[in-house]
């Protein structure tokens, strides 16, 4: 049964009345008392900004209702080896100076150390029988040549998930000198323990959330290399093992990728009908057009001053022809009938001329090429290209495979397109046909592969270009990985050796 010497608002029973009553209650009792003890600690701690205040008050409220002559706290520098730690920051009670260079604060230091060396709760003089010889010089010196004491006893973190000893963070010493006050003993300093116990944990939780992400990024990374990575190293080899696994044994798709572009099914090109002069443009690239549209006109005033001279030696020949019938000459009725005709066939063909000026779509379509808005009034010839139409709503797809890989392409094959203007959507494709000849693209020799597409977005363009996959099988990536290095050393080796 222990006995339990003071009292504060932290929760501590009474000094003399109540440590009398502890000394006669129940087992049950004293439990009750410690744990309002600790649950009182807790408590004033959780209540404090910051680690420094709830340290400070700590001390404080320790030594005044304990009856401590000197209360002190220490906490160790993060991230020190087990072998060289030490305590970078002293609270002392009392508001006493804790500047590291007076002769009394490394004192207790020293004696701190000295506990923390051992890993060790240290009370000197020591009351019992030790099983483990403690070393106690820093201690004895600490005390001097009083009858005084001074228990050192380790804060403790909160323990880890991997059951594993909680790591020191600091150092309580709690220092009594002799007179009237009676020494401390083995039940002062369980009482201490267990403070240290329940407000470790509080004081660490306190000071993590006093840093920044950067502190505490810092701070994990200089934790995890003073346990040596041994996480890290297990979870990247059970990592590394299970991505080997899923490589060599899951099987996966097997695709054959390129550069795709989007084309109409079928592609016309108007052309020039008669040499002249372009007047009007109706259309641009992009537009769609209806059977029928007027896309463009030719310059026809000399077409118009063809037709109307045309028409005057027509109208002056018919007039001959009809002089000729009425004065019943054969011969000249023959020659102004021959002339008339040859005049008409003239007209008709300048008439055809200006019909052909105005070019108009042949069929509902897309204008996909010919941007003539820029050539207004500029000559053209006859069979000069003027635009390229595609049939609305028809598509296919040009899926450019390198050399490498068209032995795994095969007809009627599925696959996906993704575009650069849909990114968001994949549509599925089917391989129609193979061009059988290659062609050089960017230094390299790649087939171009026909697909059309299973369906066609409202939005969908002659033009678009983006990224296709053609699936050829399964297998797993590994596999698929070594059997295409294999092939291409294979390419090599004959190349160098033969």
């Given at each position: 049964?222990?006995?339990?010497?003071?009292?504060?608002?932290?929760?501590?029973?009474?000094?003399?009345?109540?440590?009398?009553?502890?000394?006669?209650?129940?087992?049950?009792?004293?439990?009750?008392?410690?744990?309002?003890?600790?649950?009182?600690?807790?408590?004033?701690?959780?209540?404090?900004?910051?680690?420094?205040?709830?340290?400070?008050?700590?001390?404080?409220?320790?030594?005044?209702?304990?009856?401590?002559?000197?209360?002190?706290?220490?906490?160790?520098?993060?991230?020190?080896?087990?072998?060289?730690?030490?305590?970078?920051?002293?609270?002392?009670?009392?508001g006493v100076s804790n500047d590291p260079g007076s002769s009394h604060v490394r004192s207790v230091?020293?004696?701190?150390?000295?506990?923390?060396?051992?890993?060790?709760?240290?009370?000197?003089?020591?009351?019992?029988?030790?099983?483990?010889?403690?070393?106690?010089?820093?201690?004895?010196?600490?005390?001097?040549?009083?009858?005084?004491?001074?228990?050192?006893?380790?804060?403790?973190?909160?323990?880890?998930?991997?059951?594993?000893?909680?790591?020191?963070?600091?150092?309580?010493?709690?220092?009594?000198?002799?007179?009237?006050?009676?020494?401390?003993?083995?039940?002062?300093?369980?009482?201490?323990?267990?403070?240290?116990?329940?407000?470790?944990?509080?004081?660490?939780?306190?000071?993590?959330?006093?840093?920044?992400?950067?502190?505490?990024?810092?701070?994990?990374?200089?934790?995890?290399?003073?346990?040596?990575?041994?996480?890290?190293?297990?979870?990247?080899?059970?990592?590394?093992?299970?991505?080997?696994?899923?490589?060599?044994?899951?099987?996966?798709?097997?695709?054959?990728?390129?550069?795709?572009?989007?084309?109409?099914?079928?592609?016309?090109?108007?052309?020039?009908?008669?040499?002249?002069?372009?007047?009007?443009?109706?259309?641009?690239?992009?537009?769609?057009?209806?059977?029928?549209?007027?896309?463009?006109?030719?310059?026809?005033?000399?077409?118009?001053?063809?037709?109307?001279?045309?028409?005057?030696?027509?109208?002056?020949?018919?007039?001959?022809?009809?002089?000729?019938?009425?004065?019943?000459?054969?011969?000249?009725?023959?020659?102004?009938?021959?002339?008339?005709?040859?005049?008409?066939?003239?007209?008709?063909?300048?008439?055809?001329?200006?019909?052909?000026?105005?070019?108009?779509?042949?069929?509902?379509?897309?204008?996909?090429?010919?941007?003539?808005?820029?050539?207004?009034?500029?000559?053209?010839?006859?069979?000069?290209?003027?635009?390229?139409?595609?049939?609305?709503?028809?598509?296919?797809?040009?899926?450019?495979?390198?050399?490498?890989?068209?032995?795994?392409?095969?007809?009627?094959?599925?696959?996906?397109?993704?575009?650069?203007?849909?990114?968001?959507?994949?549509?599925p494709l089917r391989v129609a046909r193979i061009t059988p000849m290659a062609t050089t693209l960017?230094?390299?020799n790649v087939f171009e592969v026909e697909a059309e597409l299973s369906q066609t977005p409202p939005?969908?363009?002659?033009?678009?270009?983006?990224?296709?996959?053609?699936?050829?099988?399964?297998?797993?990536?590994?596999?698929?990985?070594?059997?295409?290095?294999?092939?291409?050393?294979?390419?090599?080796?004959?190349?160098?050796?033969?």
């Open positions: 049964m222990s006995v339990l010497p003071f009292s504060s608002p932290l929760g501590l029973p009474a000094s003399a009345d109540v440590a009398q009553a502890c000394a006669t209650a129940s087992d049950a009792q004293v439990l009750g008392l410690e744990l309002g003890m600790v649950l009182g600690v807790q408590a004033e701690l959780l209540s404090a900004c910051t680690r420094a205040e709830a340290a400070q008050r700590w001390v404080d409220t320790l030594a005044r209702d304990g009856g401590h002559d000197r209360v002190a706290l220490a906490f160790l520098e993060f991230g020190t080896s087990a072998a060289g730690q030490r305590l970078e920051k002293i609270y002392l009670s009392g230091l020293t004696a701190m150390h000295e506990a923390l060396d051992q890993r060790a709760h240290l009370l000197t003089p020591p009351l019992e029988f030790e099983a483990v010889p403690r070393i106690r010089a820093a201690q004895q010196q600490l005390i001097g040549h009083s009858e005084g004491s001074v228990a050192c006893v380790l804060l403790s973190a909160a323990a880890d998930s991997s059951h594993n000893a909680a790591p020191a963070i600091g150092v309580l010493c709690v220092q009594r000198s002799s007179g009237n006050k009676t020494p401390l003993s083995t039940a002062d300093m369980a009482a201490f323990q267990h403070l240290a116990a329940f407000g470790g944990p509080v004081l660490q939780l306190l000071d993590e959330r006093d840093y920044q992400i950067k502190q505490r990024l810092a701070r994990w990374w200089k934790r995890e290399r003073a346990l040596g990575f041994k996480r890290w190293r297990v979870a990247i080899a059970g990592g590394a093992a299970l991505t080997f696994a899923a490589l060599t044994l899951w099987p996966a798709d097997l695709n054959v990728s390129g550069h795709a572009r989007v084309e109409g099914a079928t592609q016309r090109m108007l052309s020039a009908p008669v040499a002249g002069f372009l007047k009007q443009v109706h259309v641009r690239p992009g537009d769609v057009v209806k059977e029928g549209q007027l896309l463009l006109e030719m310059a026809d005033q000399e077409l118009l001053v063809e037709r109307e001279r045309w028409s005057s030696q027509l109208a002056q020949s018919d007039s001959t022809l009809a002089e000729a019938n009425a004065k019943a000459d054969r011969s000249q009725l023959v020659i102004g009938l021959a002339k008339s005709n040859e005049m008409q066939a003239q007209l008709d063909m300048v008439q055809s001329q200006l019909d052909r000026s105005q070019v108009r779509a042949p069929f509902d379509a897309v204008v996909v090429h010919g941007d003539l808005s820029q050539r207004l009034g500029a000559p053209l010839e006859q069979g000069a290209e003027l635009m390229t139409l595609a049939p609305a709503g028809r598509f296919r797809v040009i899926v450019e495979v390198d050399e490498a890989d068209i032995a795994r392409v095969s007809a009627h094959q599925e696959g996906t397109l993704a575009l650069s203007a849909l990114p968001w959507d994949s549509l960017e230094g390299r939005n969908l363009r002659p033009g678009l270009t983006g990224h296709a996959r053609i699936h050829v099988g399964q297998r797993p990536l590994l596999v698929g990985w070594v059997m295409r290095a294999a092939d291409r050393l294979r390419l090599a080796w004959w190349s160098w050796f033969g």
